[in-house]
Structure formats: C-alpha cells, structure tokens
C-alpha cells in the first residue's frame, strides 16, 4: 500500500537557523498537504499543493511539490521558538480510493 | 471551510468498557474520516464513515472493536470497545468534500486514557 516518509525524525536548531523537512510517498500523489501539531494540539493545516512542481510561500515558511509529484518539502527561514511541533505531510493518492495518508512526522525543537 | 467539533475532549476509561466519541460537523461534507495517533506516532486511518451505511475499514481495524456510525452528513460516532490500556490514544475525526483539490478539515481530538 501506498507509504509516506518523512526525514529527518527530529530536528533541534538554535533559534534563527533553518529547518527543512522532507516528504517522500511510494506513489504518484494528487495533492499533498502539510499540518502542524503543537505539543498536546492537534493536527492545524498549513497548506495544500496540487500542481507539479508547484512552490507556495507563508511568511517564513516554503513548500514544494515535486516534480514527479513523490515528494515534498517544507522549509521555514531563520526559525522562532513558536515554529516547535510536529510537522506533518498528507498524501493523497492519484487515483483509486479518496483517503489521505500522513507521514511519519518530522519533530522540530527550537532552542532560544 | 468546515469547523468540526468532537465529544468528549478527553476521558479515563476503564479497561474493558467502551466510549463513544461523536463528530459534529458544521456543513456538509461528502468525506468523514477517523484517524488514531498514537503516542509520539502520525496518525493512522482507521476508516472511512459513509452516511447510512457500513464503514470501510483500514487494515488492522475491524467493526467490532471500533464500531463507526454516520447517520447523515454532519455526524458521525466512533466506539472504541472492550478497551485496553493500548487503545490509549488520540481519536480524531474529519471531514472534506471529496474532491481531490480541496481541504481536509480535522478536529480538536479525543484524548483516550485507558487504566
């Protein structure tokens, strides 16, 4: 069945460096959105990519979708202690049954 | 955009009874999905509810341990049966249009503790 990847596990970085996690899914996808898990929250939508290729921008934070539509990556620019949680891609599959699978999380710390 | 709502927010569970968590939606919505998070893991799909008839399952989950009813478009139940302490989890609920360029919509989550 279709898998959802996502590297690295966690990620610590100082307050104002970069962080990037990376979506990797087994199967061609139709879109891809990406939540945000607070600690003890639950999963918030950020945003949802649809074209190949396609790269959208929220303040500091940037996504991309692939090419190939496999992947995807999320980028946040000089990191701020609210940006800690879990970073989730979803993944829905380009044809066949309508139900989206999440990644395995990328957990981001942010040390002031 | 749909807001969901979910009932109760959390509840300490003994072993072997069972809760039913309900999902209210705001709007219709042709999609209703419920999704389990384990401790420090993504969430899994559980099943898909379809108004007024059986829901279809993901592997590993079966109708007599999470028994899911949606009688209409805005509502749906999901009962987590015969608990142990490994049903311990998040139980979210949510809900999208079914087109494949549109929004999924999550709720606030049911925080399950079973002793």
């Known amino acids: 069945g279709q898998q959802v990847m996502q590297i690295p596990q966690y990620q610590h970085v100082q307050e104002g460096e970069d962080f990037t996690t990376y979506c990797n899914s087994s199967t061609t996808l139709s879109n891809i959105q990406w939540y945000k898990q607070r600690p003890g929250g639950h999963p918030v939508f950020l945003i949802q990519l649809v074209k190949s290729g396609e790269v959208k921008k929220q303040k500091r934070l940037t996504f991309q979708f692939g090419e190939a539509k496999k992947n995807s990556s999320l980028h946040i620019t000089a990191t701020q202690t609210t940006d800690v949680g879990t970073y989730f891609c979803?993944?829905?599959?380009?044809?066949?049954?309508?139900?989206?699978?999440f990644g395995t999380g990328t957990r981001l710390k942010v040390l002031a | 955009s749909a807001v969901i709502s979910q009932k109760p927010s959390r509840d300490i569970c003994q072993r072997g009874t069972s809760l039913t968590i309900q999902c209210q939606v705001d709007?219709?919505?042709?999609?209703m999905f419920w999704y389990r998070q384990q401790p420090g893991q993504s969430l899994t799909l559980i099943a898909t509810?379809?108004?007024?008839?059986?829901?279809?399952?993901e592997s590993g989950f079966v109708i007599d341990k999470f028994p899911i009813s949606r009688p209409n478009l805005t509502f749906s139940t999901l009962t987590v049966s015969n608990m142990s302490p490994e049903d311990s989890s998040i139980y979210l609920c949510s809900g999208g249009t079914g087109v494949r360029t549109d929004t999924q919509y999550f709720g606030p989550g049911t925080r399950l503790t079973v002793l």
């Open positions: 709007s219709q919505v042709t999609m």
């Open positions: 509810a379809n108004q007024g008839s059986e829901a279809t399952y």
């Open positions: 979803a993944g829905l599959q380009e044809s066949g049954t309508y139900k989206y699978i």
